[in-house]
């Protein structure tokens, strides 16, 4: 018998990439393990990071080596991530929308194709550049402008009025990541607009409905799995943003935003800027305790994954 | 193990630095005959300044080695230089008892010694020289100071008329041996910050709301350029920029209850206290000297360097740049040192660190 190579080099391939995955989140837990260990469950909702006292010796606490008074606790960042992801999908998607449609159904082609060009060529900007540009331009002018001004104007609405802050905060990495990801999803909205049937949308038109209707009633009702699938990638990209959230973010330490101008922090961002610091504990429970944090985000991600798949498998069964 | 794999973190992700940095001297190399050491320096931003004068100038006259610079923090610089990714790992903070335990082969090498300044922005009071002691800047980092007008500032700044705004202190989230000085000046002044937070190059911040985190000194500048009623501490060599910026510059209370300004002349009568009594191994703070002159947060500046070298040549050209660097004629000359704002190393301490760069094969 002939051996199948090319259906086992695909089989292969293709279990490549779920066999990464699980790799990944074996490697990490693995690697943070003492750190899972030390901290328990409070990791997850303490406002408490603290790699202790580095010039001092190291202790013996509850069975592991640390420095003296180290403590470990996420909260803080969890909520920055989730907080700033959210507040970034609420703004971008129907800015995403509106987009996509104007581009397929609201202009002529001529005057659509180099505009896309623009909206493609947006998506694939590295994050940085986002992230120098908010640093820039962004946080000046918000801090010094717009927030106090809104703050003032909407003293009334809760998380919007109190301290409007230095322009480094929450809705500042949030509006950053609106703009990274708004491209992301229009782009491949308006493919999928441009690809519905074409005879459903004159139907539609036959039977007299404008055009706002056709595309409410017969297009979108079309869309909603690529609608729902793009914005988890988006949320996606916006949950593990390093860069451009570090650059704009006012990395704050251990306190929870109490509007939306405070400055917080996310976990990918705090990663990054603090893993030196971390290299300084002799002990390494401080890298052990940066790697649970990206555990944690790794199981945020395959959860808002999961949860996606679920809502489009109950759109679909119904 | 654990050391093994810590190794590997810091290797793998400073590879790709790493990487270019040998590609780029490597093409830089072409055109010489004789192939160039090539050495790579890491780490504080304060001492950034001072290695992008000195290295043109050596390589100039030493072309048969290759220096690369980068400005990356002290934390990195002290991980990098124990990884052996660099070969000079530059810091603002000595290597704590426990890390020089684990890591006994490497040594701490002062090249000069800085000065941190306390810097704000305050609209209107920026040519005023406010005066800041030590528990008035733990009370702002950690929270119990929250308004410039409070009561603690104004006491100490008698007819200032001081603006009733919040406080944005502005920290490091870098690991930072501009962190590692400041902490160490607000844990020799107060007691309860010595308690609760005590000194290091990362410490945990106490919440103060708005509190702001930046990365590097640059960072340090942006921030409080864009930051009204902010408060930072920001090394020497970024003086010009500060000054560019017109923000304000503190007077800073000394041991003997004297306030006085981050001067050149100020900072030597500091180094003047201290300075004899650095040990053979040259870790010591010299924060918060005795002396009515003395400018509170002065520091040596490391370089962090380990004894044993992958060979014979990289080993003796690095010999050779440490001891010119610390030269008075070499880059201890005041035309470097005074371009940022340092104090050459003393005379005592260029014998020690001498002595320590013999150790280096």
Do not use: C
């Amino acid at each position: 018998m002939k051996f199948p190579i090319f259906r086992s080099s695909l089989v292969a391939m293709a279990s490549l990439l779920p066999l990464s995955l699980l790799a990944l989140i074996t490697f990490l837990t693995i690697y943070s393990w003492p750190a899972i260990q030390y901290n328990q469950f409070h990791f997850l909702w303490t406002n408490d990071w603290d790699l202790g006292n580095l010039y001092g010796d190291p202790v013996m606490e509850h069975g592991f080596q640390v420095m003296p008074h180290a403590r470990y606790g996420i909260w803080f960042l969890i909520v920055g991530t989730v907080a700033s992801s959210f507040i970034a999908m609420v703004l971008a998607l129907p800015l995403a929308i509106g987009a996509a449609v104007l581009l397929a159904e609201g202009m002529r082609k001529s005057r659509a194709a180099p505009l896309s060009l623009f909206v493609d060529l947006l998506a694939s900007i590295p994050s940085v550049v986002y992230g120098l540009w908010g640093y820039a331009v962004l946080v000046p002018l918000l801090g010094q402008h717009v927030y106090p001004a809104m703050a003032h104007a909407l003293s009334f609405v809760p998380f919007f009025g109190g301290a409007p802050g230095s322009g480094y905060g929450l809705l500042t990495a949030s509006l950053v990541l609106t703009i990274m990801i708004v491209p992301l999803i229009s782009a491949t909205l308006r493919e999928s607009i441009n690809m519905t049937d074409p005879a459903l949308k004159e139907a539609g038109r036959s039977l007299g409905l404008s055009r706002l209707e056709v595309f409410w009633h017969v297009v979108l009702p079309k869309l909603r799995t690529v609608v729902i699938g793009v914005s988890i990638l988006a949320l996606g990209r916006a949950l593990g943003e390093t860069m451009a959230v570090l650059m704009v973010s006012g990395n704050a330490l251990n306190y929870l935003p109490n509007n939306i101008y405070t400055p917080i922090s996310s976990m990918a961002a705090f990663i990054a800027s603090q893993l030196d610091s971390a290299l300084q504990d002799p002990t390494n429970m401080a890298v052990q305790a940066l790697s649970e944090i990206a555990l944690v985000l790794l199981l945020i991600a395959v959860a808002v994954n999961v949860i996606a798949r679920l809502i489009l498998w109950m759109a679909r069964v119904r | 193990m654990l050391f093994r794999m810590k190794k590997n973190l810091s290797r793998n992700i400073n590879g790709i630095a790493l990487l270019s940095a040998l590609g780029l001297s490597a093409f830089a190399a072409m055109p010489a005959s004789a192939a160039p050491i090539s050495l790579l320096e890491t780490g504080s931003t304060l001492l950034y300044p001072l290695f992008n004068l000195w290295v043109p100038v050596y390589t100039k006259m030493n072309p048969g080695v290759q220096i690369t610079t980068q400005g990356t923090g002290s934390g990195t610089g002290i991980a990098e230089a124990i990884s052996g990714v660099a070969q000079i790992g530059a810091s603002d903070a000595y290597m704590s008892d426990a890390q020089i335990k684990m890591h006994p082969n490497i040594l701490n090498i002062p090249l000069a010694i800085s000065i941190q300044m306390i810097n704000y922005n305050l609209p209107g009071l920026n040519n005023v020289h406010l005066k800041l002691s030590g528990p008035v800047l733990a009370g702002i980092y950690n929270g119990t100071i929250t308004n410039w007008d409070d009561a603690a500032i104004a006491k100490l700044n008698p007819g200032v008329k001081l603006p009733n705004h919040k406080i944005i202190p502005i920290h490091r989230t870098d690991g930072s041996g501009d962190t590692f000085i400041f902490t160490t000046y607000l844990s020799d002044t107060t007691p309860v910050w010595s308690k609760n937070i005590g000194y290091s190059t990362t410490v945990s911040w106490p919440a103060v709301p708005g509190g702001i985190g930046a990365e590097g000194n640059p960072g340090m500048v942006q921030a409080l350029k864009t930051t009204p009623y902010g408060v930072a501490y920001i090394g020497i060599s970024w003086k010009k920029p500060v000054e560019e910026a017109h923000l304000g510059l503190a007077m800073l209370e000394n041991r003997a209850g004297q306030f006085v300004l981050p001067t050149v002349a100020n900072a030597k009568a500091a180094a003047g206290e201290m300075v004899a009594k650095t040990p053979a191994d040259e870790r010591i703070s010299l924060v918060y000297a005795p002396g009515a002159k003395s400018y509170p947060i002065i520091n040596y500046e490391y370089a962090i360097v380990s004894k044993t070298q992958p060979n014979a040549q990289v080993a003796a050209e690095l010999r050779k740049f440490l001891n010119w660097s610390i030269d008075l004629k070499g880059g201890n000359a005041p035309h470097f040192i005074e371009a940022v704002n340092f104090v050459p190393l003393p005379d005592s301490a260029v014998a020690l660190s001498r002595k320590q760069i013999a150790e280096i094969q």
